[in-house]
């Protein structure tokens, strides 16, 4: 089992429409969860932290499920310049895993 | 002026050449890192270094060998590399403080194509 898995898509989009996606880790230990947003030919950046309560940023809601071992993304209202690759990273002391990325495509 | 800076962006070599690939960060922190992004496949992480001890070697042949002299500064030097080593290398920089708990900063990245 990878340490931490996710769905590499396409999820195809209709602008405005929502969508979500998880992330699921295999680490029980694992402390800190992070997404990143990865653009076409781009480097990783930060989209938000993942708390256990869980947290929104604008259009963008991140939820921990510890029990279940996984992190979710939701994005609501999405919008073209959504389209990018989100990365789920997991954080076990201070080595850092990264999934695979999930590629989201919305289209007009 | 961006916070993390690779040179150079591409980079073609045949697999008898010597290069090096180097990452300058001015944000100040005291962790870099190199990754290797491949296609389809996860960011592996290949070393760390704190305070420039390194810290982490995740089983990186000895044909890649990393240099940090400061805490802003860090080469991968590269010899007698393979096509399959033809990636997306990513330089990273973070502010450690006994784990990791804040954002990774990313460089633009060194695309290197072996022949």
């Known amino acids: 089992r990878k340490e931490v898995e996710q769905d590499p898509g396409p999820f195809n989009v209709p602008e405005g429409a929502t969508v979500a996606f998880n992330c699921t880790y295999s680490n029980s230990a694992s402390q800190s969860f992070f997404w990143y947003r990865q653009d076409c030919r781009k480097e990783p950046k930060l989209l938000m932290s993942?708390?256990?309560s869980g947290n929104e940023d604008g259009r963008f809601t991140a939820q921990l499920n510890r029990a279940s071992q996984y992190i979710s993304l939701l994005i609501r209202d999405s919008k073209l310049s959504d389209s990018a690759t989100y990365l789920c990273?997991?954080?076990?002391?201070?080595?850092?895993?990264f999934g695979g990325g999930t590629r989201v495509l919305v289209k007009p | 002026e961006t916070g993390v800076t690779q040179t150079p962006r591409h980079l073609v070599m045949g697999m008898t050449n010597k290069k090096s690939l180097k990452c300058e960060q001015h944000l100040g922190h005291n962790a870099m890192y190199w990754y290797k992004q491949s296609a389809k496949k996860p960011l592996e992480l290949m070393f760390v270094y704190n305070f420039k001890e390194q810290t982490e070697n995740n089983s990186v042949p000895s044909r890649f060998s990393p240099e940090c002299p400061n805490s802003s500064h860090l080469f991968l030097h590269l010899h007698t590399l393979q096509p399959e080593d033809s990636a997306l290398y990513l330089c990273?920089?973070?502010?450690?403080?006994?784990?990791?708990?804040?954002?990774?900063?990313f460089g633009e990245g060194s695309r290197l194509t072996v022949l």
């Open positions: 990273a920089s973070s502010q450690f403080s006994g784990g990791f708990t804040g954002e990774l900063f």
């Open positions: 993942v708390y256990s």
């Open positions: 990273v997991v954080a076990a002391g201070n080595k850092l895993t």
